[in-house]
């Protein structure tokens, strides 16, 4: 409850942020993209985890009004590091919530013709359990946002319930492999076997994968030996400022 009052007072207050974590391409080391994950520091006190506030927004609906601020903020910029020269896939990350209960289509639509960000640069993470809540009106958004031209990737993959069945129906370009399963996965068979099924599944779809959670060298040489080409992770970098991130792409490899 003292969660939900500061929360519904922090957008107001400016207390929320974003902060951006690199995604590269195991093969070439160069960062692509980067993941927006949303902060919230209260005026009078610590910082609150997302993984927290986040289902306390959830429940209150405070996750549209929200949900719409890391929308701007995360195409605003992408806009930046276009100007600069600095082509940066953004990954929004979006809740079922504003899938289901909010015009998702109309917001982006209307944030994209006032940033003029190509859709191409704008990609949306939602997790497997988001789709599976309503598969038949979660695919109608979905299909529409491709035509948007928004890349589309599943969050988390491997810790839901979707069936490979469903999932074939939803126009998605990108897997990404939960930290769970990347965490051990140079130590444990059972980690490292999903991992590799996760990757062979999504090159049969057609998708891209991405780990998440990738800390050490080995873990990155395991996967981009099994098939897997992109990685996010503290190995690359935390999430961190945008002016930061730029900084990255300028330093030496
Ligand atoms: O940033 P951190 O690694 O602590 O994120 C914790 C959780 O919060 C993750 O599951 C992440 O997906 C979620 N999260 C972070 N930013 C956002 C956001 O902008 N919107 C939504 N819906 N979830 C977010
Ligand atoms: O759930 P989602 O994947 O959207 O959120 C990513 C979460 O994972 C964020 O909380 C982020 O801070 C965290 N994270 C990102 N990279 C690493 C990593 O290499 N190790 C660990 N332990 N956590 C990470
Ligand atoms: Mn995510
Ligand atoms: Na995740």
């Not at 209150?60 to 009004?65: M, Y």
């Not at 601020?69 to 600095?86: K, N, P, S």
């Not at 599943?154 to 897997?175: H, Q």
Request: some cysteine.
């Amino acid at each position: 409850l003292i969660l939900h009052g500061g929360l519904r007072q922090a957008l107001g207050r400016d207390e929320l942020s974003l902060v951006y974590q690199p995604q590269v391409n195991l093969r070439t080391g160069r960062v692509f993209g980067a993941e927006a994950l949303l902060r919230w520091t209260p005026r009078d006190g610590e910082p609150v985890s997302p993984s927290r506030f986040i289902p306390v927004a959830e429940e209150s609906g405070l996750i549209l009004p929200i949900g719409e601020y890391v929308i701007h903020e995360a195409f605003r910029q992408a806009r930046r590091w276009c100007d600069a020269g600095l082509p940066i896939q953004v990954s929004i990350n979006v809740s079922g919530i504003q899938i289901y209960r909010s015009d998702l289509v109309a917001t982006l639509a209307a944030v994209q013709r006032d940033t003029g960000v190509a859709p191409d640069l704008i990609e949306l993470e939602l997790t497997e359990s988001t789709l599976m809540e309503d598969v038949n009106a979660a695919r109608e958004v979905l299909d529409a946002l491709k035509r948007a031209g928004y890349g589309l990737a599943i969050d988390d993959f491997g810790t839901g319930y979707s069936s490979l069945a469903y999932l074939k129906r939803f126009p998605l370009n990108k897997l990404k492999i939960d930290r769970s399963f990347v965490t051990d996965v140079c130590s444990n068979a059972e980690d490292r076997a999903i991992a590799r099924a996760v990757i062979q599944i999504a090159r049969s779809l057609n998708h891209r994968v991405i780990a998440e959670g990738v800390e050490t060298v080995e873990q990155a040489a395991l996967l981009r030996r099994h098939g897997c080409n992109e990685a996010q992770g503290y190995l690359f970098g935390r999430p961190m400022a945008a002016d930061e991130l730029a900084g990255l792409l300028d330093a030496p490899a």
